[in-house]
């Protein structure tokens, strides 16, 4: 019967580690873990499920970290995860089933990387509702998933490849070898981290990403993950474009790099050039829901809503479309002006997701855009509700209860946000100055009311 090994890399992973190693420790012979530097109880978690525990030098290597640990494994087969990563209980029932086919070397294994917002992307792969599959996972809304090699055998030609984003797959190929499909999930969490967490991780990922590109420079793929990582930075877009037009000329049939290279161009204002490279990512790859958005964008900023209209209606019709292509559907219908179409889309957008800031946005704009500004107001007093809203969204109500005369609540509005957000500048000017006008406008009719006795 063979064996497995969980092979893994960690540092500083205590919040983590346990539950990850709980999920497999019946699935797995042997457990392998290579520690380059924690200063936390990460060795001592480790110890409790009896790891061989092992430090390793950091040398800004991912594929070189993970080759050390492989080093150490004694069993027949390999599943490498990361700290933050689980198996759920049927995939631990299909995994040892993978290991009893002589043909196979290694398994290519989806993984769901959890997130907090529908409308995500992980590269070019929309999110999906979040099935409900692990317990642990069900608080997400969405996952966006990936494909990897993570089970595969003990084999002096297999090693992982890449200072990041690294893999077997590359050796597996290059050796003749063949890759299954795994029939069991790897759920990730690292996506849903804290933004303090995933500042800290993009600048380690955009240091070691200039270092790959730096040593791969006709590798298209590593051109393409430099520029992602660029652009994480708004003020860095003109660097992240240079990189993916790079990655194009390495490599045309990359789609990605078409479609970020319009989404930066876009951010640049220059959405005509964008469409043409969404043209050839069609191209290259077939129409998806994210280029056919990504279109409708474009339309919609040039001004031409028929168009986006009709962009975004095949992104909706796309199995992986989203609400996020529903609202700007209906935003794109009202502004072409078919108005109770263009709500509808709005309306049942905002139902699916009630708690998705951008979808009242886009409902208060269409609503603004046909001067039925009470409906506006009262939308954007339902969005303080039902999110947990910035000081903006407080500023915006009263501005529109303000524009439908009723200053009275747009005062009362902006108090409830200075309670909330006290040291808010821009609430505090508008409060002083609604209450001045209101003051004058108070004293114009006792004036008023005055002469008229």
């Known amino acids: 019967m063979s064996t497995l090994a969980l092979s893994m890399i960690v540092r500083d992973a205590e919040a983590t580690l346990a539950s990850c190693l709980e999920s497999v420790r019946a699935a797995v012979d042997e457990i392998v873990i290579g520690d380059t530097g924690s200063s936390d109880s990460t060795p001592a978690i480790a110890a409790r499920y009896g790891a061989r525990f092992y430090s390793i030098p950091w040398e800004n290597d991912f594929a070189r970290a993970r080759n050390l640990v492989l080093e150490q494994v004694r069993a027949d087969w390999v599943l ?109 969490f690292g996506l849903a981290a804290t933004p303090e967490q995933q500042l800290e991780k993009h600048l ?107 962009a975004y209606g095949r992104a909706l019709a796309c199995p992986e479309s989203t609400a996020e292509v529903e609202s700007k559907l209906g935003l794109a219908e009202v502004r072409a002006g078919r108005t109770e179409s263009g709500l509808g889309h709005l309306r049942r957008a905002l139902e699916r997701e009630p708690a998705a800031s951008a979808h009242y946005d886009r409902l208060i704009s269409a609503l603004v855009w046909l001067n039925r500004l009470a409906e506006a107001a009262e939308v954007a007093e339902h969005k303080l509700k039902a999110i947990d809203p910035p000081p903006e969204a407080f ?49 114009e009719l006792s004036e008023t009311s005055t002469k008229v006795l």
């Open 395 to 443: 500023l915006r109500a009263a501005s529109l209860r303000a524009r439908c005369g009723d200053w009275t609540r747009a005062i009362e509005l902006l108090g409830t946000g200075l309670r909330r957000f006290p040291q808010a500048p821009r609430l505090q000017q508008a409060l002083s100055e609604l209450q001045a006008a209101e003051g004058c406008k108070k004293a």
């Open 80 to 188: 490498a995860l990361d700290a933050d990563e689980v198996l759920d209980e049927e995939g631990v029932c299909h995994l040892r089933s993978h290991l009893d086919n002589p043909g196979i070397a290694g398994y290519i294994v989806p993984i769901w990387n959890y997130v907090w917002r529908t409308a995500d992307y992980l590269w070019d792969k929309p999110a999906q509702p979040n099935p409900g599959r692990l317990e642990a996972a069900r608080r997400y809304p969405a996952y966006v998933e990936h494909e990897n090699v993570r089970l595969f055998r003990r084999h002096p030609q297999i090693r992982f490849v890449g200072r990041i984003h690294e893999t077997v797959g590359t050796c597996i190929q290059r050796a003749g070898l063949t890759l299954g499909r795994a029939a069991f999930i790897i759920h990730h």
């Open 204 to 310: 380690r990922y955009l240091e070691l990403s200039r270092l790959k590109a730096r040593e791969m420079p006709g590798n298209a793929q590593a051109q393409f993950e430099l520029g992602v990582e660029l652009f994480k930075q708004p003020l860095r877009t003109q660097e992240a474009l240079a990189c993916f037009e790079r990655a194009r000329e390495l490599d045309a049939r990359l789609s990605p790099a078409w479609v970020f290279s319009a989404l930066a161009l876009m951010r640049l204002q220059r959405d005509a050039e964008a469409l043409a490279c969404l043209k050839r990512a069609r191209g290259s790859s077939g129409s998806s829901a994210l280029i056919a958005q990504t279109e409708g964008d474009a339309h919609y900023n040039l001004g031409d809503f028929d168009t986006a209209c009709r």
